[in-house]
């Protein structure tokens, strides 16, 4: 059953919001059910819910940045950003000021999509000083482990943790995901081949979890690195305080989707897009692909936040252990482009990444650079009235 969300546009928003995003309500149970399901993988123990919030005042840390991707925060506060066509890791302080190279990331492979990708700070970075990287590259995709010199004017590549993701112009995935297990999830594309999704062989339109050494945990649904499977762009993973996996996956035509992850699930593409459809796991919520084109998500404050590209906006979704707690709300819609990134601060607020400055035609939801472009953006999160 589908519930159509009555949306509400936040006091900045200069375009009126559609209103066909929607939430999507599971109905009961049958043999074909497309219901989802809680996270199967290991999680803390469960937390009460925080208090709705909202958006508070904004502000600009950084500017100038070219084509950035990834964000990642390092324990001084400072942030690690990837520039998804240079292979440029940038570092940006705290407090913001003018991004400082810090190094270039060897091998990695321009396309219309791909490039240096996401990026996840070890738990142990004061003392191994690594950070994790989904870099596009040839002949296939890879995640690699990089070593960040101590005065943060280098980058060595120490190891490849995976590799074997097979590459394309487009569809890559990319993001990384440090989860509360203490694995690396991270997403991928299906490389523009619809029938990867669906392929088990592969490790293309999946989502993949590996422990730190690049090693299969044990408890994965098969002996393989491979999570979930069924995925056509998987840009986006967070998880909320019980553990849930949230992933936001790019649709094709239709609808874009959130999901809850599940161990072993199977999300339907290519043969259901959105709940079009009659097989694989119902997303929990859902966008025409205008107003969406998803990319980063992270959960904060009770709600999973979304970075839109093509709907220039930054969607709230309020959930509920892993079901929707409310209706999907977008924020600062086309204030500043395109959003590819949205992570939360030591200090609670939001920083986003804009990406106005990479390259994307006008038929794919590309924009002109503005003035300053790209930026990372600081927003306080408050109590919602």
Known sequence: MLVMATVTACSDASSDPSESARSVQPSATTSNSREPAPSSAPSPPSSTTPAQLTLGRHSELATGLDAPWGLTFLPDGSALVSERLTGRIMRVPRTGG???????????????????????????????????????????????????????????????????????????????????????????????????????????????????????????????????????????????????????ELGDSQWDEVNVITGDADYGWPTSEGSEGDFGQDPIFEFPTEDASPSGIAYAGGSVWMAALRGQRLWQLPVAGDQPAGSPVPHMIERYGRIRTVEVAPDGSLWLITSNTDGVSAAFGGLPPRSGDDRILRVELVPAE
């Open 98 to 248: 003018d991004p400082e190279l810090v190094g270039l990331v060897p091998d990695v492979a321009q396309s219309a999509e791909g490039g240096l990708l996401g990026l996840a700070t070890s738990p142990t970075f004061e003392s191994d000083r690594t950070v994790f990287a989904y870099v596009s590259a040839l002949p296939t995709n890879r995640v690699v482990a990089l070593e960040i010199a101590e005065d943060f004017d280098a980058v060595t590549q120490t190891d490849v943790l995976l590799d074997g993701i097979a590459t394309s112009d487009r569809h890559h995935g990319g993001r990384l995901r440090i989860g509360p297990d203490g694995h690396l999830w991270i997403t991928t594309g299906d490389a523009f081949e619809p029938s990867n999704a669906a392929d088990r062989d592969t490790l293309n339109g999946k989502i993949l979890r590996i422990a730190l050494d690049g090693s299969v945990p044990e408890d994965n649904p098969s002996s393989s690195a491979i999570y979930s499977v069924g995925h056509r762009n998987v840009q986006g993973i967070t998880f909320g305080p019980d553990g849930t996996a949230f992933a936001s």
